[in-house]
């Protein structure tokens, strides 16, 4: 059974950065492409950021893109978000997903996401 935990969210100010943690386990883990999604309230699960399983390979949502970088420490079964110059808008509950198939570069679309975390709250005050 796989399971990823998020962490790292919190109360940020604009123009401020955080770093999402997500842990995983229950496979090996560095076979698979993962990737960072985030909903706003009354608003749709959308794309930030995804990363291959060979760990050069990364895409970013244009809205993101220039302000985070997503990584990954296979050693350490660990995904991670670093996000900086916060704006309001990026204010959301943060989730991590990992890809349904192995040995995929980054994966964008939702649907081929098959195992997903909790989220973890980010707001961004202005």
């Known amino acids: 059974q796989v399971q990823l935990v998020e962490s790292g969210g919190g109360l940020v100010q604009a123009g401020g950065s955080l770093r999402l943690s997500c842990a995983a386990s229950?496979?090996?883990?560095?076979?698979?492409?993962m990737g960072w999604f985030r909903q706003a309230p009354g608003k749709e699960r959308e794309f930030v950021a995804a990363?291959?399983?060979?760990?050069?390979?990364?895409y970013y949502a244009d809205f993101v893109k220039g302000r985070a970088t997503i990584s990954r420490e296979n050693a350490k079964n660990t995904l991670y978000l670093q996000m900086n110059s916060l704006k309001p808008e990026d204010t959301a509950v943060y989730y991590c997903a990992a890809a349904r198939l192995p040995y995929r570069d980054y994966v964008t679309a939702m649907g081929e996401y098959d195992y997903w975390g909790q989220g973890t709250q980010v707001t961004v005050s202005s």
């Open positions: 990363i291959g399983w060979n760990t050069d390979r990364t």
């Open positions: 229950g496979r090996t883990f560095s076979r698979y492409a």
